[in-house]
């Protein structure tokens, strides 16, 4: 079973940039698609990026398409999500996630079955 630790998350301004990082601990990461979700108060997670074991493919949320980049570093146990051009919307709590089915794009909360505690982003007018 593998432990997921997001970090990275914090307070900036609208047109700033944020990376938030995700390690793996437990078993590779190499044996996980990945994915970035993202929730709200009072809202369900929602889908922001994906991609597969090996990095050949990767899936975004339209409304941060062209401004998020979901990467991964299996050596280091890593992926990461930059993020550019952030909007107000963009303030949640961002969880990573991970999918044994490392071949798939999966887009739904419930094809993960392994997640983060989540860290927070916040971003100001």
């Known amino acids: 079973q593998v432990q997921l630790v997001e970090s990275g998350g914090g307070l900036v301004q609208a047109g700033n940039s944020l990376r938030l990082s995700c390690t793996a601990s437990?078993?590779?990461?190499?044996?996980?698609?990945m994915a970035w979700f993202r929730q709200t108060p009072g809202k369900e997670r929602e889908f922001v990026a994906a991609?597969?074991?090996?990095?050949?493919?990767?899936s975004y949320a339209d409304s941060v398409k062209g401004r998020f980049t979901i990467s991964r570093y299996n050596p280091n146990n890593t992926v990461r999500l930059q993020m550019n051009s952030l909007r107000p919307e963009d303030t949640a709590v961002y969880y990573c996630?991970?999918?044994?089915?490392?071949?798939?794009?999966?887009?739904?909360?419930?094809?993960?079955?392994?997640w983060g505690q989540g860290t927070q982003v916040t971003v100001s007018s």
């Open positions: 996630a991970a999918r044994s089915s490392r071949w798939s794009i999966e887009r739904t909360v419930s094809g993960y079955q392994y």
């Open positions: 437990g078993r590779p990461l190499s044996t996980y698609a």
């Open positions: 991609v597969t074991w090996d990095g050949s493919g990767t």
